[in-house]
């Protein structure tokens, strides 16, 4: 069978490439263009928001670059999980960016727009038909849960993909997808065997990131029915044993075994080859299929509304004593919100220091401040802003003039680097989702609308 | 005796999903690498005492063909939720730096 060879141009649609890989990756012989445009990474506010990770401007540039080649080269591009979250107003901006990009080129072409997004109400039937388990380390939901939840997106497997390509749609985008899952497609829809369709997956979500040196850059894969062979365009760059078997690390619980929709890439008995000094070559991966197909949810709910100051003590008679400082501080400070009719269970204050636990919390092994100054970061999280921005007006005030014992700065305990000192920071979310669901077949959670550009 | 950051490539953290964060020790050679697994000193109790978690919530593997070892456990709340300090992840390697490795 002839091989089917693969294009990723990028880690994330936005995060930029060289052009001359593209064209060199093109050059190479390629089936299929594509870049994934989401993670989980980057926190909630994507998901929950529905506002894109990347720029407007780059991702711009990415697609356009990845259309030319596409319509020049009579070659479909797939990008998936739209801004980030893969929500439907992500999706949505990606359409009109892949429309004014049209516009302005002088492109024609079939796109397919993949949804993502899910009713709360089928979400809850399935929860209370059993159909919904979370994932590792994935707290409990109820139907409060969904209900709560901004957003609830399915992560799509390669089959809306395949059905995408076979209507013969060459711009493909789609709301979220596991990361390997429009690759896997594209290539089982080539009648490429489903383990190694799944590998070269996971070897091009990322771009180049498994090829050294680092940097955002394209990667080309090729796979046969034997295993994948991956090689980066760019010349600097190089796929070497050590570089591919590390990147099977990156973001993973294991390195090993990949749960995706439909089954399991298990790699464990996988063999790294080097074939040129640029290129590797894996193969012995198997795909365990499961009993019953499963699609990953994710939802984000709001949790308030964040207001944050930034400042720093370079006193050693205040480091020395922050932790009793600090509960003296919120004692008046609870006393004078309350003077201002804001209830107590309507906000949470917390208090980082940087210079001592900010990074770890309470992971942190060295535990109390030794330095000679320390950095704080004042956080109030609210039912709304307006009571946020109150209740860290009030706890600047305080943590600036309070006093402590044996205190010689009497003006003042903190320096302030700025003016306003006071940053309104908007809605603020969580993940409260990440749990997977029985759907009835793997079509039916993602609605697929064609449309001739 | 060496302590890992003196003999390993890399010491590195992330998120493996919203709840989970993983941690990288990664070897430079083969035998740095047996060796290390021959101490038996990464182990998933070591993971569980550094992270104060329960041992049976760490997977450990070790990944012979990156010559690393891989420990995923759960995050202390999930990125960006209220408290949270490292959206990404990406620092939390530290308590591995001084771990004592008998090679």
Not at chain 2, 17 to 34: N, Q
Request: net charge negative; charged share 20%; aromatic share 8%.
């Amino acid at each position: 069978m002839a091989d089917f060879r693969m294009l990723s141009t990028s880690g994330i649609l936005g995060y930029g490439y060289p052009e001359a890989s593209l064209e060199r990756g093109v050059a190479m012989g390629v089936d299929v263009i594509g870049a994934d445009a989401g993670s989980t990474d980057p926190g909630p506010h994507y998901l929950g928001s529905g506002k894109p990770l990347n720029s407007r401007a780059a991702t711009k540039r990415d697609l356009r670059l990845m259309m030319r080649a596409a319509v020049k080269n009579n070659l479909p591009v797939v990008v998936s999980s739209a801004g980030g979250g893969g929500g439907e107003p992500q999706l949505q901006d990606l359409a009109d960016i892949v429309r004014e990009i049209a516009a302005e080129d002088g492109l024609h072409f079939k796109m397919a727009m993949i949804h993502a997004e899910q009713d709360k109400g089928w979400v809850k039937d399935r929860l209370a038909s059993g159909r919904i388990k979370p994932m590792r380390n994935a707290p409990p939901i109820d139907a409060a849960t969904i209900d709560r939840a901004e957003r609830i997106v399915g992560c799509m497997g390669p089959e809306p993909f395949m059905t995408a390509l076979d209507a013969g749609a060459q711009i493909v985008i789609s709301g979220r997808a596991t990361d390997p899952a429009p690759w896997a497609g594209a290539s089982m829809r080539a009648q490429m065997p489903a383990a190694p369709s799944w590998y070269a997956g996971k070897m091009l979500e990322c771009g180049a990131a498994s090829a050294w040196p680092k940097g955002a850059d394209c990667i080309h894969v090729t796979v046969n029915d034997d295993g994948v062979v991956c090689e980066p365009p760019n010349p600097e760059k190089r796929c070497t044993l050590a570089s591919v078997a590390n990147f099977a690390l990156h973001e993973n619980s294991s390195p090993e075994l990949f749960k995706e929709p439909g089954g399991l890439l298990d790699a464990r008995k996988a063999r790294f080859e080097q074939v040129t000094d640029r290129a590797v070559r894996i193969t012995g991966m198997e795909w365990n299929p499961d009993d019953a197909y499963t699609i990953k949810l994710e939802g984000a709910e709001l949790m308030g509304y964040r207001a944050i100051t930034i400042c720093g003590t370079r006193d050693p008679g205040l480091i020395s004593q922050y932790d009793d400082y600090i509960e003296i501080v919120r004692g008046h400070i609870t006393q004078k919100v309350g003077d201002v009719g804001i209830s107590p269970d309507s906000y949470r204050l917390i208090y980082r220091a940087y210079g001592r636990d900010g990074v770890m919390a309470e992971r942190e092994p060295l535990g109390g401040a030794s330095g000679h100054e320390l950095g704080i970061l004042v956080e109030v999280l609210a039912d709304d802003q307006e009571t946020a921005n109150t209740v860290l007006s009030i706890a600047r005030v305080n943590t600036l003039h309070n006093d402590f014992p044996g205190r010689l700065c009497r003006e003042g305990n903190m320096a302030f680097p700025f003016s306003p000192s006071d940053i309104a920071c908007g809605p603020a979310y969580r993940f409260s989702i990440y749990h997977i669901v029985e759907p009835d077949d793997p079509l039916h959670m993602f609605p697929i609308d064609y449309e001739t550009v | 005796m060496p302590k890992l950051k003196d003999i390993a490539l890399v010491l590195k953290s992330k998120n493996a999903g919203p709840f989970e964060l993983t941690i990288d020790a990664v070897f430079g050679d083969r035998e740095t690498f047996d060796k290390v697994a021959a101490t038996g000193v990464l182990t998933p109790a070591l993971f569980a005492n550094l992270y104060n978690v329960p041992e049976e919530s760490v997977l450990f593997t070790p990944y012979a063909p990156g010559l690393a070892f891989k420990a995923t456990l759960p995050r202390l709340v999930s990125a960006g939720d209220v408290g949270d300090t490292d959206v990404y992840g990406a620092q939390q390697h530290a308590p591995l730096l001084n771990v004592e490795i008998p090679i």
